[in-house]
């Protein structure tokens, strides 16, 4: 039991780490949920449209944190090490490598925008709704792309502070951007206030400005403390990386890279394949992972805190220290999902009525939100498994276990299910969720098998 629970010392320091990045991405998915709703105010098409192009975007984004992660493995242990040369060459690295994948997202999204629109639009919806739900999805996406760099300059920044324990100033940034989110989404989805009623292309306005707004706030803050945050300094001199340490980011990031792709793609394609059942389907989903991604950030966060946490200790050669952590950090998660989780149920039937579309969205709504509440702790138990694998260089395990069980497993199941069966959607959607058991158990033979205690960084020289 002392393995599992820590004293109050413990839990305030862990608290201390994951409730900013709770709060900012609280926040941030709080005012993503307004701008559904805002959206779903308008009609079922205008929401499904925009719900589709977030879903494309969703790729990008994780694309960028499986991109940053692998660097962020390296960055945590130097800054545990004191190694602040060492943390600046993975902050370029981190640089290098997401404005590459900015350009190449950019490129994919402009041309190939309106057949990946296409694919969730081959269910037994009607013409005519498929054709404006197309319609309203390619206006938002053509807007939403400007905010692709922002983002990524965001992510490159925050994630690097995070691993100094930074946590407070990319949530103030994230808050700052809710702000301008949340007030313009108003203004220009509804026409308030003497501005043009724009509808979609408003929320996707709206969205825009906020990334770039968030995206001030955080490098001014970053360049202006240069004496708090010694690995901006100089950063911009040279992109040069020593060899050995690009090879090793290389080794340990490009797996994740690969992982994060293929896992989001993978979501995609099961989104794509509950879609086939019809435009009501891609509507109820949306619906359910709007409330779904407010409630997930205790687990991210949770999962952020065990990469941090974990990852520092075993860059300063604390073994059994991280071992303890770990596990204490797993069980905390568990714990605290099983809580959220309760409380996503007793919203699932009252949720869907805040939209404005047909009973048959509502109730498919409040199925898929009961069913991803109860299965909230077993996701938390996977996410914070596998952030303990990551922690200590585990990459190519850590892609095993995420993307490939989802390619191997869960889609060809849910592909199956979806085109060859009559199966009710709910216990489709049900019967996919309850694959994740087997990496449940998967993940908690590694964890026990301390695979992942290694330290993976040498003492720095160069401070």
């Not at 922002?150 to 920044?157: D, H, K």
């Amino acid at each position: 039991m002392r393995k599992l629970f820590g004293d109050r010392n413990f839990y305030r320091r862990v608290l201390m780490v994951a409730i900013p990045i709770m709060v900012q991405n609280g926040i941030t998915n709080f005012v993503s949920m307004l701008d559904n709703i805002m959206v779903g105010q308008i009609g079922t098409e205008q929401m499904s449209g925009v719900s589709i192009v977030n879903q494309l975007i969703f790729v990008y984004n994780v694309s960028i944190f499986g991109a940053i992660s692998g660097a962020g493995i390296l960055g945590a242990q130097f800054y545990g090490n004191n190694d602040h040369k060492g943390l600046r060459d993975t902050f370029r690295f981190k640089c290098m490598i997401c404005l590459l994948i900015c350009l190449l997202g950019t490129g994919i999204l402009i041309g190939f925008g309106k057949p990946l629109i296409g694919l969730y639009l081959q269910g037994d919806a009607g013409a005519g709704d498929a054709a404006m739900a197309m319609a309203y999805g390619k206006d938002y996406l053509w807007i939403m792309l400007l905010g692709l760099l922002p983002f990524t300059v965001v992510q490159i920044y925050a994630s690097t502070l995070r691993e100094t324990s930074e946590t407070i100033k990319p949530m103030i940034a994230g808050m700052i951007a809710v702000v301008v989110n949340m007030s313009f989404n108003y203004l220009l989805i509804f026409g308030k206030a003497g501005f043009p009623a724009l509808g979609v292309r408003g929320a996707a306005i709206a969205t825009v400005m906020a990334r770039f707004t968030e995206c001030i706030f955080i490098v001014a803050w970053t360049h202006r403390h240069s004496d708090r945050n010694y690995f901006i300094q100089g950063a911009y001199r040279s992109f040069r990386i020593p060899k050995h340490l690009a090879g090793q980011i290389l080794r340990k990031g490009t797996p994740l890279l690969v992982n994060e792709l293929l896992w989001a793609s993978g979501m995609a394609f099961l989104v794509q394949c509950y879609s086939i059942r019809g435009l009501s389907v891609v509507a109820g989903m949306n619906i359910s992972s709007t409330l779904s991604n407010v409630f997930n950030v205790v687990f991210m966060a949770l999962g952020s805190a065990v990469s941090i946490m974990v990852g520092q200790l075993l860059g300063g050669g604390k073994m059994e220290e991280a071992k303890v952590t770990a596990y204490r950090l797993i069980t905390f998660s568990v714990l605290s999902c099983i809580v959220v989780g309760l409380i996503m149920v007793g919203l699932a039937p009252l949720f869907p009525k805040i939209y404005n579309t047909s009973d048959e969205v509502r109730s498919l709504a409040t199925a898929f939100i009961m069913i991803a509440g109860l299965y909230i702790p077993v996701h938390a138990f996977m996410n914070a498994t596998y952030f303990t694998l990551r922690s200590g260089g585990k990459t190519v395990i850590t892609f095993l276990f995420d993307s490939v069980f989802v390619w191997v497993v869960s889609i060809p199941l849910a592909y199956m299910l979806s085109r060859f069966t009559s199966l009710d959607i709910r216990l489709l959607y049900l019967t996919v969720c309850m694959a994740d058991l087997m990496k449940c158990v998967i993940g908690f033979i590694l964890v026990k098998k301390g695979v992942w205690l290694n330290k993976i960084v040498t003492d720095g020289q160069e401070q």
